[in-house]
């Protein structure tokens, strides 16, 4: 049984892909650059840190500090205008969760993102805590940012529940040592050898709930005096 769980963010919690293509696109062409479905793939399941560099190196003059800062602020206008939203059955997933144990946020992207819109999607009193992409030295696929999570969580990572839709986040989760429920994005269905990493797969949001709920066992019975 597990103790704590750490979700991942965009495309698993929130649909944003769409938003964040068009905003880093913006950029990239206020900047020089025309941005491509080819730089599009370059980029999905990278750190902040990674994202930004790729878009730095392709506009002179940007530093990636400021590609991602751009970035951030492009997205939390997204946010204010409805761009950006919880998936279906997202809601439902993050209570589920919350009900066996605390709950927290494992994100590559820039920490004034995350906060936006945990807060305009209203998950921000289910978390206990998030770690977002300037947390970690080193980000997704690398263990670190679910090991700094399950820290913060004060739950070894081997009792977490990691819930993640990408081959990046899958394969960080589980080398920080946690069980991995996978709610895979298209890219990752196709990636055989990383869903073998997932002990637990769901098609959806709401199937994933069921997962967790299944897994946990029932709730303790409450005592009457």
Known sequence: ???????????????SAAAWNRVIGTV?????HPWTPRD???IQGTSTRAWSRYLADRCPGLTA?????????????EIGRGGVGL????????????AFGPVGLVSASPRRYVDAVVTACGLASRLATSVAGEDAVHGKPAPD?????????????????????SASGI??????????????????????ATLRLA??????????AKTIRALAGPTPAVSRG
Do not use: K, Q
């Open 145 to 165: 940012p679910y090991l700094l999570a399950a820290r913060r969580l004060g739950v070894e990572p081997a009792r977490c529940l990691a819930v993640e839709d």
């Open 199 to 208: 002990r637990h797969c769901a098609a959806d949001a709401h199937i994933a």
């Open 40 to 42: 599009w793939a370059a």
């Open 65 to 77: 500090g400021r590609a991602a800062a751009e970035c951030a602020d492009g997205m939390v206008f």
């Open 1 to 15: 049984m597990f103790a704590a769980t750490a979700f991942d963010l965009d495309e698993t919690l929130v649909d």
């Open 171 to 192: 394969r960080s989760a589980s080398a920080a040592g946690m069980t991995v429920l996978a709610i895979p994005n298209p890219a990752t269905a196709a990636d055989v």
């Open 28 to 32: 990239a062409a206020r900047h020089g």
């Open 87 to 98: 998936r279906p059955g997202a809601t439902d997933l993050v209570a589920a969760a919350a």
